[in-house]
């Protein structure tokens, strides 16, 4: 550490340097890298250090000298250094790797196999479903990781995962954050916008990514998913380009299990060093998707709504087969076409009874008469879309409080009486202040004044 902290001062101090000549004889046996006493009255006062970098001998006793001034060593350099973690060089064997395991989307299968062939596998076997998963790198000397499934046989390998780029979540975010901070996050600024990101059971499209703040930017609930709340440490994967499918066909109702095995050039992770994650197969691809932009008297995710007003639910339409080319649509953007066949239901629930329900909706309103409400207490709306029998893979759900009237009077008090409005079961109580004092008035021959009736007077006649 002195050595280095001498040669970067050596390195960043002015100093002098050129060349002398002399016929000093000595000097023929002087050596590079020798260490003179030069003196320059012309250039500096006294003596100074110097080290011979080159001696050039001349013709007679002429020796020509090329010199640099020494920078000397200095006590105030520190030997204190930080020393670095040392790096292991050895490789590290395979470590089990973050991932996610779900039912294949029908935009997702569109895109590996195209619509024209998803949609003619659907009407061959609408019941069908695929398993897919996508991963994180968990160390950097592993390339990829191998997808296992099992239906209650045996494990076995189905494909090659291609890691994605993921992040976490840096906070909790609620239904309807569109921007908030993401922590570990992989090269982001390198994804394209408009990919999915999967984060627990929604999908979201990437919008934006500022690398200094960490602050992602993105749309909500895309494609047949609804916004969710999300805890901090949440993983999102940047899906995409990233997702590895089984090519077996399952059939609704069925579990499966699935696992990634970590490859590294030293080996592949056991199966036993994995947990399964497991799919139950729901035809996802078939499903119509759920209504968005879902709205309570023109307010999102209301957290209570008073017993005296009906409810006006409002919603756009979303097209399973029309979204499939162009910009993802997120849950809060405008409605499209309706898919060809595509009704809503809904049900309003509260302790486990149905209050209110409606089927076969076409339009793209309903309206709640307050009377199914019930005072103070808790409710569960649910709206969802079916087709041919399909309900929605996701239906929307919202949970509220029904307060009595929340209305508080406004009044205007007169001398004589209070004004005001409020709901006509409401009590209302006026306070009358008794402690009313006379108000007299003095204009040198007589007193005048108020009092409240049976008041006592009294007036003290100074002297």
Not at 54 to 78: A, H, Q, R, W
Not at 162 to 180: G, M, N, P, R, V
């Amino acid at each position: 550490a002195v050595v280095t902290q001498w040669k970067l001062k050596q390195m960043s101090t002015p100093v002098w340097q050129g060349t002398f000549t002399t016929g000093f004889y000595e000097a023929r046996k002087w050596n590079r890298y020798d260490l003179l006493r030069l003196e320059w009255p012309r250039k500096w006062a006294g003596t100074i250090l110097v080290r011979i970098m080159k001696i050039n001998l001349g013709t007679g006793t002429d020796v020509s000298i090329d010199f640099v001034e020494v920078v000397p060593y200095s006590s105030d350099l520190s030997s204190s250094i930080v020393i670095d973690t040392p790096v292991g060089t050895t490789p590290k064997p395979p470590q089990p790797t973050l991932f996610k395991a779900f039912e294949l989307s029908y935009l997702e299968a569109v895109q590996l196999n195209g619509q024209k062939a998803v949609d003619e596998a659907l009407a061959y076997n609408p019941d069908a479903g695929y398993a897919a998963v996508i991963a994180q790198r968990s160390q950097t000397n592993s390339l990829n990781a191998l997808m296992y499934t099992d239906t209650g046989n045996d494990y076995e390998r189905v494909g090659a995962i291609a890691y994605s780029e993921t992040a976490e979540l840096d906070q909790s975010i609620s239904k309807t954050d569109t921007a908030f901070i993401v922590k570990q996050a992989g090269d982001i600024d390198m994804v394209s916008i408009g990919t999915q990101i999967t984060v627990n059971h929604e999908i979201m499209v990437y919008q934006a990514y500022d690398e200094e703040t960490g602050l992602l930017t993105v749309k909500r609930g895309a494609l047949d998913t609804i916004p969710q709340n999300h805890l901090s440490g949440s993983v999102l994967y940047f899906a995409d380009d990233f997702i590895t499918v089984d090519p077996a066909e399952y059939v609704t109702g069925e579990i499966i299990n699935v696992k990634t095995l970590t490859t590294t050039p030293t080996g592949i992770l056991s199966l036993d060093g994995v947990d399964a994650q497991q799919i139950e197969i729901q035809a996802r691809a078939i499903r119509p998707y759920p209504p968005a932009n879902v709205k309570f008297n023109n307010a999102y995710y209301p957290e209570s709504l008073v017993v005296t007003n009906n409810i006006v639910l409002t919603w756009v339409d979303r097209n399973r087969v029309q979204q499939t080319g162009g910009l993802i649509l997120g849950f809060y953007e405008a409605g499209v076409t309706i898919e060809t066949g595509v009704t809503y239901s809904y049900e309003l629930i509260s302790d486990g009874v149905v209050l209110d329900s409606g089927s076969n909706i076409t339009a793209n309103t309903i309206t709640i008469p307050s009377s199914a409400l019930l005072r103070s207490q808790p409710h569960t709306l649910k709206l969802w879309s079916v087709r041919d029998g399909y309900s929605s893979y996701q239906i929307f759900e919202h949970a509220f409080l029904v307060e009595s009237a929340s209305l508080i009077l406004t009044a205007t008090a007169t001398k004589s009486q209070v004004s005001g409005n409020t709901v006509p079961a409401a009590n209302i109580t006026v306070n009358v202040d008794e402690s009313l004092t006379a108000n007299l008035e003095f204009d040198g021959s007589s007193i005048t004044g108020k009092a409240q009736a049976g008041a006592v007077i009294t007036v003290i006649i100074e002297e």
